[in-house]
């Protein structure tokens, strides 16, 4: 049995912003098959505090980075979970990482190390008599605990695992805060957490972690590379030997069709349709979930979008972000019978119009694992996705040779631009026009495997690897 201890700052069903929280929520349940019993630690927000049940007090700081803290062990279904409760860090309102405005809290780097700094005290000093054997941090909001790990002494007894969930996000503050960070001055340099004079908690993790992973292993190869590097691609290939890419997966019993063939879609496409007031058209009844942003390439989609609507295809948008592109697709619902845009979020909805839908459109700039096309192929709702990170390692492309092995799950294009994406738009309606491929498409995706079970198994070998021996 190998221990874990694994430090993230959300984690479903109690936190939820991104793909993280997914990861996170799964991962301890999925391991425990393969012999690892993994703990998870994360802050006490206001969600979190009220969606816990019995809970005990394990440990306790007078001082931390500005006030006192607890450590409450509960239960997440058969796992421990460790909440971090420091009201003077996390009880507030408003998100994980900002206030109602979507403006960052300004004492994040302090938030964030006091999640560090306890993760990397349970691990150098134990919790109840439990002794991790490997510490497993996922993204910036947890990268200085390798550093604090070695600084307690305790780098040599335990392995540490840094995982990359999307590198966009570095958890940058400036210099001046290495004192209050308690961080050792020593590392303030290039080869250790600077990172153009400011400091870096996701650059610490790189540097100072045993072994690197990210989520998917094209996204593993394109981090090596300045275009998807942010600046931290030059130490990615110097330790080009640590890291590893592991794809996500989904939870399949949370996420399940409400049918169980191919045909059994066609009654939940006719229901969305009336929900939305949708004419009954010919072509394929498209859907997206998405925030809007650039990242997301939907700037690219409005481009595209007519060669879907022209041949009769329709979409059924469900997101928020740039408020630029929130008003382009209601706009585009307004002036169009076959487009119809929510801006927000509601899960009820979102599998609604996954188990509706067609095809799911995914035409990200970047995408590190993404799990909406994972969704879509568990639905048969088959993915239009760019060919980057997890999207181009979990879709097989509708290409002649995919066709004629009978294995397409979906399509890709590239390069990113509208006409490419648009064409693949074109081929699409190609595709559902045609009955019995189409439903071949539809078969193969919904018998993907897009589960927990094989990249834990991943996960499993890679600590018994990690584990260090007196």
Not at 185 to 196: I, M
Request: aromatic share 8%; glycine share 10%; proline share 6%.
């Amino acid at each position: 049995m190998t221990r874990v201890l694994s430090a993230a700052s959300e984690c479903v069903p109690l936190i939820k912003t991104g793909g993280l929280a997914d990861v996170a929520g799964a991962l301890p349940a999925a391991l425990a098959p393969h012999g690892v019993e993994m703990r998870t630690l994360i802050p006490g927000y206001p969600a979190v505090m009220q969606g816990i049940g019995r809970k005990k007090k394990v440990a306790q700081w007078d001082e931390l980075f500005g006030g006192g803290a607890t450590i409450w062990r509960t239960r997440l279904g058969k796992q421990v979970l460790y909440v971090l409760d420091a009201p003077h860090l996390f009880d507030r309102k408003g998100g994980p990482y900002g206030d109602a405005q979507g403006r960052d809290w300004p004492d994040n780097p302090q938030r964030f190390a006091a999640l560090s700094r306890v993760a990397a005290t349970i691990c150098a000093a134990g919790i109840e008599g439990w002794q991790a054997q490997v510490m497993h941090c996922h993204d910036w909001q947890s990268g200085f605990a390798p550093l604090y790990l070695r600084e307690l002494g305790g780098g040599d007894r335990v392995a540490s695992l840094m995982t990359i969930h999307n590198i966009a996000f570095q958890g940058l503050c400036p210099s001046s805060m290495i004192s209050a960070l308690d961080l050792p001055r020593s590392g303030f340099n290039e080869k250790g957490y600077e990172f153009w004079n400011n400091i870096s908690a996701l650059k610490a993790g790189l540097v100072y972690a045993d072994r690197l992973s990210t989520v998917s292993p094209t996204y593993a190869t394109e981090l090596m590379t300045p275009e998807f590097g942010m600046g931290l691609d030059g130490l990615l290939r110097e330790r080009q030997a640590d890291l590893v890419g592991v794809l996500n997966g989904i939870d399949e019993t949370i996420w399940t069709p409400p049918y169980t063939d191919p045909a059994g879609k066609a009654a939940h496409r006719a229901a969305l349709r009336a929900e939305f007031d949708l004419p009954d058209w010919p072509g394929p009844l498209c859907v997206l979930v998405s925030r809007l942003t650039q990242q997301k390439g939907l700037d690219i989609l409005l481009q595209a979008l007519p060669a879907l609507l022209d041949r009769g295809g329709q979409l059924v948008l469900l997101g928020s972000g740039e408020r630029e592109l929130e008003r382009a697709f209601l706009g585009y619902a307004q002036s169009h019978p076959g487009v119809a845009t929510t801006i927000g979020y509601d899960e009820s909805l979102a599998r609604r119009m996954i188990a509706g839908g067609d095809a799911i459109l995914v035409p990200s700039r970047f995408e590190p694992c993404g799990l909406t096309q994972l969704y879509g192929l568990r639905y048969g709702t088959l993915p239009v996705v760019s060919l980057t990170g997890g999207l181009a390692d979990t879709v097989i492309n509708a290409s002649p040779a995919g066709l004629a092995a009978g294995c397409a799950t979906g399509l890709q294009f590239h390069p990113l631009n509208a006409q490419s994406l648009a064409q693949a738009l074109m081929t699409l309606v190609k595709l559902h026009a045609d009955g019995p491929t189409w439903a071949r498409m539809m078969a193969n995706a919904m018998a993907s495997p897009v589960s927990w079970e094989h990249s834990a198994a991943t996960y499993a070998a890679l600590y018994a690897e990690m584990v260090k021996t007196a």
